[in-house]
Structure formats: C-alpha cells, structure tokens
C-alpha cells in the first residue's frame, strides 16, 4: 500500500527518499509567487512540495501556515521548508522564483545583474540535486534568466523554460473578455516573442468561440482601435500591476506555471506560449523565446511555427533584438565575472 507522508514542515530538513507514487515539486524562491505556488500546487494535490529559499525561516513558516491549512482544505502533501540544497534532491519540477522583484519605475531589465547573480548561485543546487527535473523559471528578466540558468545548470534545453505567455496569453484574454461582454473560457489568445514591452500579441490567431478576432471586429463586437488598445495594455500588463501593488504580480504569474507544471506532470501535450529554446525555428537560433510550445512529459516536444505577415516578422524580430541585446549585457557581466 502506499504510503502516505504526513505533512511536516521541520525545522531542519532531512533529504527523504523519494515516493515513487507522489511527484515531488520544488519551489526556488518561497517569496510571493514561491508561497502561492505552494498553496496552489498542494490544493490541486500536485504532490509533495519543498520550499527553497536563502531566508530559510521565510520558507519554514510558509510551508508550516500552508500544511496548516491542509485539514481545511483536504488536500494531502508534505511539506518542507529551509536553505539546504539537499531538500531539492530527486524533485520532478523545479519552479525557480529566486530573485528581486520589480519596483515601479523598474523595467523587468532593470534586474538582469542581480539577479543573473542570483540565478548563478542557484543553478549550481539544481545540477547537483534536479538535473533531471522539469525547470521552470520565472524570475526576470524571463528570455534571458531561462537561458542563463540552462547555460549554468547544464540542462537540457527541451527540459527548461520559461513561464511569461501564459501569464501573457491570460492579460489579453482578461481584457478581451471583458471588452466584449464574454466569458474569459471563450477567448483564446495567442502571444509572441519576449517577456517585455516588445513583445506581441497576435489578434489574428486569437479567437473568440473559435471566431477569429478580425471577424469579431467585423460584426461590431469590438473596434480595432479597441484591439489595438488591449494589445497594448497586454504589453504592459506587469507594469500596470507593479504600479499598483509596488512590486510583481504574483497571483497570476502563479497560476500559468502551475498550468505548465501540469502539462508536463500529467504528459498533458497543452500548446502553451512559453520561454523556449529555439533552434532554427522562426528564423531565431539558440535563443529562448517566447513561443508556441508543446509541452508532454518529455518537456517540450514541439515548438509549434506559426506564419506571420511581414508586419508581424518586424515586430517579432525587433522582440528578438530585444532579448539579444540583454543577452549580450549578460554576456558582459559574465566576462567581468559581476554574476
Ligand atoms: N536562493 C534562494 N532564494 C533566494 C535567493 C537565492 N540565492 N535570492 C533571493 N531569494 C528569494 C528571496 O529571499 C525571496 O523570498 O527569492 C524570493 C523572491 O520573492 P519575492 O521578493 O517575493 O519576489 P516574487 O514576487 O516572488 O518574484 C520573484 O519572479 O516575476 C518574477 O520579477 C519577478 O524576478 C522576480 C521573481
């Protein structure tokens, strides 16, 4: 029969054996989006969840008021929070949030050195612990975070992404939605490119009912001028929440990856946007980027080619550009040995 661990947030962790029969999630980072990853994952009896974190007693107390919160919610997991690495040892995916958030005034930019340091520092436990796990990364800035963390951490490239289109992809259906007087479960929306201003949501691959939005456009539903409003409301959708908050947006970023893990856990094959590693596709090679990507229990089996007009290839290549100009500030950091 299968044993069922009891929820223990200890104080010092010990490395337990792994359960065959429960998937083990671990959380890098068990700050803001860290905590509601936890909270979401055990409420969908994901697994077991370990809380990873510099500030051990941060995580300690999450994974405690979380597994309080078990009898109440009747979900069953163990939960363990601390600073050793050891606690990451045989996960099945890693979600890493490590990092500072943005403040306002802040472009997600603004954050490459510190915390491409702390990705640095962080990469090194998921080698030695994960190195088979399913990555996910979230800290910002997203394109170039992932790829820095795939370089670091040596890991396979279909096994590591990055979470922004789905959390991109839910902004504009939100605002669609809402637009138009519709349910959000009716709107699908599709994004490209970069986590940042220049990425691009595609209004003619976005449907509502499976209606493309040009035709819903065309029965008066909604204006282009409208459309072309919500695109860029979409683009700065973190903004907006930054400014109001005075940091990051959690609940939704927690959500997408949580879709993501899922995906993967569950060998769902969802086409989900996220931070992937191009290798030819789209014209970008070697680079992660925001696209269509197939993910089952293999990570990413596909990524998925779209056609664009010419209109669209701009923009995407200047999203492009975007993402290799930090790579490249990256680069520099790293030949001055700053990260
Ligand atoms: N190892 C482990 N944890 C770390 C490390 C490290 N080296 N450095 C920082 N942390 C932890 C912090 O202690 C903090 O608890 O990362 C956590 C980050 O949590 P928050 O500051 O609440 O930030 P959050 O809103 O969760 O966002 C995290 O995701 O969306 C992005 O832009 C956002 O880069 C940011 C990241």
Redesign the pocket.
């Known amino acids: 029969m299968e044993q069922i661990a009891k929820s223990n947030p200890r104080s010092k962790p010990k490395s337990k054996p792994v359960s065959k029969h429960r998937h083990k999630i671990a959380l890098?980072?068990?700050?803001?989006?860290?905590g509601l990853l936890a909270q979401i994952a055990c409420q969908k009896n994901m697994g077991d969840i370990v809380i990873?974190?510099?500030?051990a007693k941060?995580a300690q107390g999450k994974a405690l008021d979380i597994a309080c919160s078990e009898p109440v919610e009747n979900f069953n997991a163990d939960l363990q929070g601390g600073s050793e690495p050891s606690m990451l040892n045989g996960a099945d995916v890693v979600i890493v949030?490590?990092?500072?958030?943005?403040k306002p005034g802040m472009s997600?930019d603004d954050?490459v050195e510190s915390?491409a340091k702390?990705v640095s520092?962080?990469a090194k436990h998921i080698a030695e612990q994960a190195p088979q796990a399913f990555v996910i990364c979230?800290?910002?800035p997203l394109d170039v975070m992932v790829g820095h963390l795939q370089r670091q951490a040596n890991l396979e490239p279909q096994k590591i992404v990055g979470m922004a289109g789905v959390l991109d992809s839910a902004r504009f259906r939100r605002f669609l939605a809402d637009e138009i007087g519709v349910s959000t479960k009716d709107v699908s929306a599709f994004v490209l490119g970069g986590h940042g201003d220049t990425m691009l949501p595609l209004a003619r691959y976005s449907s509502v009912a499976g209606i493309p939005l040009p035709e819903i456009v065309r029965m008066g539903w909604i204006s282009q001028k409208k459309i072309d409003e919500i695109v860029e409301r979409t683009r700065k959708g973190g903004a907006e929440v930054v400014n109001l908050m005075g940091?990051?947006a959690?609940f939704a970023?927690a959500s997408a990856a949580i879709a993501m893990a899922q995906a993967y856990l569950k060998d769902q094959k969802r086409i989900l946007p996220c931070a992937a590693y191009c290798q030819g596709q789209y014209g970008v090679d070697k680079l992660y980027l925001g696209v269509p990507a197939l993910i089952g229990a293999s990570g990413v089996e596909k990524i998925v080619e779209i056609n664009l007009t010419d209109e669209e290839k701009i923009l995407f290549h200047k999203s492009v550009e975007a993402v290799k100009n930090l790579n490249e500030i990256l680069e520099k950091l790293i030949s001055q040995n700053k990260v």
């Open positions: 890098v980072g068990g700050g803001n989006i860290g990873f974190d510099i500030n941060l949030t490590a990092g500072l958030p943005r997600r954050l915390n702390i520092s962080i979230i800290t910002n940091t990051s959690y970023p």
